[in-house]
């Protein structure tokens, strides 16, 4: 798989999963109570999907911070 095309497939899920997380805080601002361990629950599970991609990165010797995380 050439370089660009990885750097363009990693880039759009980085770019995709801080669109849900942005879209889930702003959810949360006007949630019903009901809904808000709902909208908690899956702020942490993406959350914690970029923590697995950050640490990852940092196994490999690459920056975080270069990469979008």
């Known amino acids: 798989m050439p370089n660009a095309y990885?750097?363009?497939f990693f880039q759009d899920i980085l770019i995709t999963l801080h669109e849900n997380i942005c879209d889930l805080q702003g959810k949360k601002v006007y949630a019903e109570p009901?809904?808000?361990?709902?909208?908690?629950?899956?702020?942490?599970?993406?959350?914690e999907m970029l923590e697995?991609?950050?640490d990852s990165a940092?196994?490999?010797g690459?920056?975080?911070a270069e990469m979008g995380l």
């Open 6 to 8: 990885s750097h363009e």
């Open 34 to 47: 009901e809904e808000l361990n709902y909208l908690a629950g899956r702020l942490f599970s993406y959350t």
């Open 52 to 54: 697995i991609m950050k």
């Open 58 to 60: 940092r196994r490999f």
């Open 62 to 64: 690459y920056d975080p």
